[in-house]
Structures are given as structure tokens and as C-alpha cells.
């Protein structure tokens, strides 16, 4: 969720991608420091929270993270919904990676529309000799669609500071733009409450969940 | 309504629950569970789902706890490295299966209420309650997989989206479906399933149900003493994403590396070299009589004694009384073409012989003996003491050290197999191999001037 309550961010990350491509791996590199001496229960874990300081604002992520679940038809709105920003991973040397994160790009924009922060990153670029993905073309479809693209390496730790860095910032400005919209909305809305309050019936009830 | 048949078979026999479901229209199943659904309309006219929850065999409860547990993680590791390497694994056909039946649940599901174009929102909404009533019998069956299927399916796009249909479910059945799918809900790290899984996991009957759940609270009040419901199956989805994590996080899992045995190369020698008897051979080998039959052995997996495979099978020379001495020379014959890997074997020739014939008996064996090569020794006929015999197959082989340390087996007529020897079985070819008995009782013995091969 976005509020930013004590003045802290709270961002929601998800992290989608063929099975394999380095998801974990980019986000326990991520977290790392998390892990030293702590008890494998840490590991079950939907999401892991990460804090870091931008221009003196705290933002909180929570970076969530269902691999191994990839082949499950399961991963529907429920997981990305009230998502902030998504990190679309796939792995240099698996062109079908390549596909599959452009069927996510497709259904985040379908579903969410632009209010979600979209980033690409090719990872495991210390296979850079194996890679199938042609570098032009991820990137020109990555400019195609409006999401920054990152090549990273979870191995060397390449990039990945980078990437989480890159998110937060666009989420950030998202966010105080949306709010800025929010703030003209209302008070458009305002105005029209004053003469009648406006009701969206045509969907009937609203279900409870 | 007479039609309708709503069958929940749980067989034990292969740990199989099954939920059978079928009708002209299933939107019958309401009735047939007592609520008071309309008859439907049908646009799902025939069809007949069968959850059948054969990934019940791969994903029972007792497969993912205990000792199947490591197996599972092994299976699991199998599929995430399968799915790497875009190869089909065999070993982890278990989590493949799990995965293609959940999904083929899921898919049905969003079928059926979308198939058909023309349907009313109410009717759709019918078919909803339909799946939910499904669901529910999942839940009390205790089938979490098949139950995150249905779940999942109605909140794919495709069907979450239709409000209309949504809001004329209802108002029992909508929350019916936000208590199911609040099992699955994410929050708190998935904790009401991991919840739910510790209570119900071994226990016989569904009972668990939070304080806001009050339509499973209903049901479960309603069903009194509920049938018995032994076993129960995860959604394999969680276990999977904790595998990932703790695979990442700790590629080489930490409890198996506080182990610091040495390896004892004897040890896995004997270990690899006792061979595993198929039903017919453990029937058929016994024999009785003369047979001590305390050790079977594998033959050996090491070079120089893979030489002297069966498939190789010479026949025994038996030599009667007589024309023993006639044959020896072929003995030596034999011993010279052996493996050029050996050094000039000076005394080999003239030695074995006369041991063998100081004793001679009613009757001659010729055997064959290998241990980096082959040898043929004479042999009186069970007149010679286990000792004596490995001393004469020691010098034929210019083996140095102790004949106590070394054993004799007879390699008998099933693949591999050896009978340590006490005397010669004339059922079988007279094929021996002469081995080490422990590690090492001296220095390292060495056989035509190389050291004994090392296990690969």
C-alpha cells in the first residue's frame, strides 16, 4: 500500500518471471544482509521487507516473491494486486523467458493500467557468452513499452542495487504525482457533491471482497 | 434433481480422493447438499467435472512430512533444475503431475463460467455457487490443492472481473468464497494455510475454521460427526516457493554439511560391490547344502575385475585324475597372455603348481582366479583349506603380504554374484576372485606393479 503514514513510504514490489530466471536470487542479493545468522524460518516467506533512505524520505518495500510457483495457474490479481511497482525478470541466455515477460508486461498493463511501475531486467548477465536474447531487441521493447531495462547479475552482484534504486524512485514520483491528481480530483469532486452525490449503480452491489 | 449425483469417494487403498460430480446440469449439486439453489439453467449441460485428486498420490501429507520430506525436497530441487534445463525430468513427475492437475481444475473452472456466451449474470452466478459447493466439500475433504484450484480460477481475470455475476451470488455463498480463499490469503506469510496445515495436516477430520468464518462454521455444525477423512493434501505451490527461497538462500543446505566423515574406501567398496537380489534370484538362490552362504557379493565394479565378466564364461576345465598333469601346461599358456599391463612375472610359471599337486585328491579343478588379472591355480578337490588355496592364487598373482587378508570367493551362476569360498561348488564355473579382506593390514598391497584401483 502506498500511504505514507509517519512520513515513511510503504511500496508493494512483485516479482514476476519464468521459473529459474534468477528471482530469488536477485531479491535475497537484494536483502542480503537479511539473512546472516538468521534461522531458515526467515526463508518462509511470502515477502521481505526492505527500508532505504531517498533524498532523506523513507521508503519501506516489500519485495514479494512466489517462485517455484510459476507453473501454478495461481498467480492471478490476487498477487499483484495494490502492487506499486513490478520487476519483470527474465534470464539472458532463455529466449522463452524473454516471451514470458512480455505476456506479464501485457497482462500488468491490461489489468492495472498505469499505475503500476513496470522495470525489465536480463539477468544473469555473467553468461553474457551463452545469451540468446538479442540485446537490441530487449531493449528496444523495453523502451516499446515505457519500463526501464536493467541487466543484472544476482551471481556478481551486478546491477541490483541499481534496479530496486531505479523502482523506488519511479514509484516515488508516481506516487506524488497520483496524489497530486488525487488532490484535484477531490476537490472537483467536491463541487459536484454540492449539487448531487453521484452514484455508480450500474454494477449493482459490490462484493465483499 | 433425482439426477443429480454428487459422489465423494475417498479410497485409501491408493491414497486417492476423489471428487465426482456429475449431472446434466451441476448446478444441481446445491440441492443435493441441502441448500436451496434453483434448479439451473444449463448452459454446462453434460458436463461432468471429476476432480479427481490424483496428485493425491504424489502430494499426500505423509509424502511431505518426515522422511518424504527430504525425498519431496529432492523431487522438488529435480523440478526447479528441470525446469532450468528444460528437460523433462522423470524424478520429479510427482510435482509435474501435481502441478498439471491443479491447473486442469483451474482451467475448468474458468471454462465453464465463461464458455458459454449468452448465460444470464444469475445463471452464471449459479455456476459459481456451484464450484463454491465444490470447494467446500474440498476444504472438508482437506484437499487444499484442488480447493487453491477452484479458488484461483475464480479469481483469474477472466472471472473476478464479471461484477454483475459476482454480486447476484448469494450473500452465503459470497462468504463462503472470501472464508475459503482467505486460507489462501497471502498475508502474514501465508500463515492461515501453514496454520491450517499443522492442525489438520495428520489429523482425521477438517476443523478448523476461524472466528469470522461463519459458513464453514455452519457446515461443519451441520455434518455433526463428519465421514472419515483421513488424509490430506497440500497445496504444493508453498512448499515449492520455500525450497526456492531456502535453495537460494542456502545452495548447500546446512545440516547435511555439519557431517565430516572420512571416506573409507573399503567400506564403499563392499557397500557398492553387495548386489541387490530380484525376487527370483533371492528365491532361487539359497542352496543348502555345502553353500555358506554368508556374504553374496557383487562382482566388482573395478577394472581389473570387470575384466573377468560372465559374459565371458569359460567353461571349467575339470580334469579327471589322470590327465591333470597333461594340462598344465595350458595353465601357463593362459597366465602369459594375460593383461599386458603386468610386469614380467618371473616365478609365476614354476610356483603354484607343485602346492596344488603335493595334494593331489580324487580329483582336479582348474580354477580361475582374478584379482587385478586373471590366473588359472589346479585345485584338489575340497581336500585344500581356504589359506592354502589364497596363498597358491598369491604367488601365481606375484601378490606380496598375508593371505589372511585377503578372501576367495566363487562366482556363481547368477549375474555377479560370488559365494565366498570354503569349498569348491562344481555347479558352478570355476570362477574366483581373490580380494582384499579389510583396509589395508600393511602397506598397500600392490598387484603387477600398480596400486589396487581406486573407486572412480
Redesign the interface.
Known amino acids: 500500500m502506498t500511504t505514507s503514514a509517519g512520513g515513511a513510504y510503504n511500496f508493494k514490489v512483485v516479482l514476476l518471471g519464468e521459473g529459474c530466471v534468477g528471482k530469488t536470487s536477485l531479491l535475497l542479493r537484494y536483502i542480503e544482509d537479511k539473512f546472516n545468522d538468521k534461522h531458515l524460518t526467515t526463508l518462509q516467506a511470502t515477502f521481505l521487507n526492505k527500508k532505504i533512505n531517498i533524498n532523506g524520505k523513507r521508503i519501506n518495500l516489500s519485495i514479494w516473491d512466489t517462485a517455484g510457483q510459476e507453473k501454478f495457474h495461481a498467480l492471478g490479481p490476487i498477487y499483484y494486486r495494490n502492487s506499486n511497482g513490478a520487476i519483470l525478470v527474465y534470464d539472458i541466455t532463455d529466449e522463452d523467458s524473454f516471451v514470458k515477460v512480455k505476456n506479464w508486461v501485457k497482462e500488468l498493463k491490461k489489468m492495472l493500467g498505469p499505475d503500476i511501475v513496470l522495470l525489465i531486467a536480463g539477468n544473469k548477465i555473467d553468461l553474457e557468452h551463452e545469451r540468446t536474447v538479442p540485446l537490441e531487441e530487449a531493449e528496444s521493447y523495453a523502451a516499446m513499452v515505457g519500463a526501464k531495462h536493467f541487466y543484472t547479475s544476482a551471481k556478481l552482484n551486478q546491477c541490483v542495487e541499481d534496479l530496486f534504486l531505479e523502482l523506488a524512485k519511479e514509484m516515488m514520483e508516481k506516487f506524488e504525482q497520483n496524489s497530486q491528481k488525487e488532490v484535484n480530483r477531490t476537490s472537483r469532486v467536491l463541487v459536484v457533491d454540492d449539487e448531487a452525490p453521484a452514484q455508480s449503480s450500474c454494477c449493482g452491489g459490490t462484493r465483499s471482497n | 434433481m433425482a439426477a443429480t449425483q454428487l459422489c465423494v469417494a475417498k479410497r485409501s487403498e491408493d491414497d486417492c480422493a476423489t471428487l465426482i460430480f456429475s449431472d446434466a446440469s451441476y448446478s444441481h449439486i446445491g440441492c443435493a447438499l441441502g441448500s436451496a439453489a434453483p434448479p439451473p439453467s444449463s448452459a454446462c449441460a453434460a458436463t461432468c467435472v471429476c476432480i479427481s485428486a490424483r496428485s493425491a498420490i504424489s502430494t499426500g501429507t505423509d509424502s511431505l512430512t518426515d522422511h518424504g520430506f527430504h525425498d519431496k525436497h529432492i523431487k522438488?530441487k529435480g523440478f526447479?533444475w528441470g525446469?532450468?534445463t528444460k528437460i523433462a525430468r522423470t524424478d520429479a513427475a510427482t510435482v509435474?503431475a501435481t502441478?498439471n492437475q491443479?491447473?486442469a481444475v483451474?482451467?475448468r473452472v474458468i471454462s465453464t463460467v465463461l464458455v458459454e456466451p449468452n448465460l444470464r449474470p444469475l445463471e452464471r452466478a449459479d455456476i459459481l455457487a456451484s464450484w463454491l459447493d465444490i470447494a467446500r466439500e474440498l476444504r472438508v475433504l482437506k484437499n487444499f490443492s484442488s480447493l487453491?484450484?477452484i479458488i484461483?480460477?475464480l479469481?483469474?481475470?477472466s472471472v473476478?472481473r464479471l461484477?454483475?455475476t459476482?454480486?447476484?451470488l448469494p450473500k452465503e455463498k459470497?462468504?463462503l468464497?472470501?472464508e475459503l480463499?482467505r486460507i489462501f490469503s497471502?498475508d502474514n506469510?501465508?500463515w492461515a494455510q501453514?496454520e491450517l496445515l499443522m492442525r489438520e495436516g495428520t489429523a482425521k477430520f477438517a476443523d478448523t475454521v476461524g472466528e469470522n468464518d461463519r459458513q464453514l462454521q455452519k457446515l461443519l455444525h451441520e455434518r455433526g460427526s463428519p465421514g472419515v477423512s483421513h488424509g490430506t493434501i497440500p497445496y504444493l505451490?508453498t512448499f515449492?516457493?520455500?525450497?526456492?527461497?531456502?535453495d537460494?538462500?542456502?545452495p548447500d543446505t546446512?545440516a547435511a554439511n555439519a557431517y565430516h566423515l572420512a571416506c573409507d574406501p573399503m567400506f564403499d567398496r563392499w557397500f557398492d560391490s553387495v548386489i541387490v537380489l530380484d525376487d527370483r534370484e533371492a528365491h532361487t538362490l539359497f542352496v543348502p547344502d555345502r553353500t555358506v552362504n554368508e556374504s553374496t557379493e557383487r562382482a566388482a565394479t573395478e577394472e581389473g575385475w570387470k575384466r573377468d565378466s560372465l559374459e565371458r564364461r569359460t567353461s571349467p576345465t575339470r580334469l579327471s585324475h589322470g590327465s591333470s598333469s597333461s594340462s598344465l601346461p595350458s595353465l601357463d599358456v593362459s597366465l602369459s597372455s594375460a593383461n599386458s599391463g603386468q610386469k614380467p612375472n618371473g616365478k609365476a610359471g614354476g610356483a603354484s603348481p607343485p602346492h596344488a599337486a603335493a595334494r593331489t585328491g580324487p580329483d582336479f579343478y582348474i580354477i580361475r582366479v582374478t584379482f587385478e588379472s586373471d590366473t588359472s591355480i589346479m585345485l584338489s578337490n575340497n581336500k585344500e583349506r581356504t589359506p592354502q588355496v589364497i596363498r597358491n592364487a598369491m604367488l601365481k598373482l606375484n601378490l606380496d603380504g598375508d593371505p589372511d587378508a585377503y578372501t576367495l570367493a566363487q562366482k556363481c551362476c547368477f549375474q555377479r554374484m560370488q559365494m565366498l569360498y570354503y569349498a569348491v561348488n562344481t555347479a558352478y564355473n570355476l570362477n574366483f576372485i581373490l580380494r582384499p579382506r579389510r583396509p589395508a593390514p600393511g602397506p598397500e598391497p600392490v598387484a603387477n606393479g600398480k596400486p589396487r584401483g581406486k573407486r572412480s
Not at chain 2, 515449492?240 to 531456502?246: A, G, K, P, R
Open positions: 522438488v526447479i525446469v532450468a509435474l502441478v491443479f491447473n483451474s482451467f487453491k484450484a484461483s480460477g479469481q483469474s481475470n473476478y461484477r454483475k459476482w454480486a447476484l459470497a462468504e468464497f472470501d480463499a497471502e506469510n501465508r501453514r505451490g515449492l516457493t520455500d525450497l526456492t527461497m531456502i537460494t538462500a542456502i546446512g
